[in-house]
């Protein structure tokens, strides 16, 4: 099942409070044995309830963006991106010097886990950011909460 533009405006732009295991599945673009997969890993919390198990919008949005290239997501939403991520987790363009061997390596990771260098390295900065939020300020801390907590201005 492939990813859609559609999908992820209907994720982003439409949410719902939860979704059934099988149309979280078609959202993500996966087939339903693979998203059960994701959950008996630990990747995914669904929450049990009287229609089975389901996956809190905040769940699903937090695993598609670790799990779908954020440059393909925001060229879904277009002109409705500034409604639907935060300004703070919105992607933005940096010039850097880097040692080559660094370079080499990112390159490589990429190309392994078939992601972009920008993806390798934005989750690797990630780590950086979460190990210094607190000091980093109120503004980021609330960014790396969401989807979970709301983030205004952010």
């Known amino acids: 099942m492939p990813l859609t533009a559609a999908n992820i405006r209907r994720v982003f732009l439409e949410p719902k409070p939860s979704y059934v295991l099988p149309e979280a599945a ?23 309830t009287d229609e089975g ?10 695993f598609a963006m670790g799990f779908w290239e954020q440059e393909e997501v ?3 939403l277009g002109s409705e991106l500034a409604s639907a991520i935060p300004e703070l987790l919105r992607l933005t363009d940096l010039e850097v010097r880097l040692p080559k061997m660094e370079i080499v390596a990112l390159e490589r990771v990429a190309a392994r886990e078939r992601k972009s260098v920008d993806a390798v390295l934005a989750r690797e900065l990630l ?28």
Do not use: N, Y
Request: glycine share 10%; proline share 5%; hydrophobic share 50%.
């Open 53 to 62: 198990l389901v996956l809190p919008w905040e769940e699903l949005v937090t």
């Open 127 to 154: 780590d950086f950011v979460s190990a210094h939020s607190e000091w980093l300020g109120a503004d980021v801390m609330a960014a790396l909460q969401w989807p979970g907590g709301a983030v205004q201005g952010a």
């Open 26 to 48: 078609r959202l993500l673009g996966m087939k339903a044995k693979e998203l059960r997969e994701w959950v008996a890993a630990g990747e995914l919390e669904p929450v049990e």
């Open 74 to 76: 925001e060229e879904a």
